[in-house]
């Protein structure tokens, strides 16, 4: 069964960059097309971006397309999600998971960006 462990997120000020990581601790994300999701305050759950599981296509929300951008290393079990530019409405937990979100969720990792 496959784990879920995102982490580094932090506290950033409008328009720096952060990089998040997602690693299964348990089982292989290899043959799946993994996606990060982030859930602000009150709201629901939000699609950020997803990665091909042979890493040759990717796709992104609206609001990130050209400031997010999502890669992942089969070999290390690991997706990755390279944020620049950030901006206060970014501030959430993000949280990976397949695309269509059949993995048990995990903890997140919690991003504030501040004005």
């Known amino acids: 069964q496959v784990q879920l462990v995102e982490s580094g997120g932090g506290l950033v000020q409008a328009g720096a960059s952060l990089n998040i990581s997602c690693t299964a601790s348990?089982?292989?994300?290899?043959?799946?097309?993994m996606a990060w999701f982030r859930q602000a305050p009150g709201k629901e759950r939000e699609f950020v971006a997803v990665?091909?599981?042979?890493?040759?296509?990717?796709f992104y929300g609206d609001s990130m397309s050209g400031r997010f951008t999502i890669s992942r290393d089969n070999a290390k079990n690991t997706v990755y999600l390279q944020m620049n530019s950030l901006k206060p409405e970014d501030t959430a937990v993000y949280y990976c998971?397949?695309?269509?979100?059949?993995?048990?969720w995990g903890q997140g990792t919690q991003v504030t960006v501040s004005s």
């Open positions: 348990a089982g292989t994300i290899t043959n799946y097309a």
């Open positions: 998971n397949s695309e269509i979100g059949g993995f048990a």
């Open positions: 990665i091909s599981q042979n890493i040759d296509t990717t």
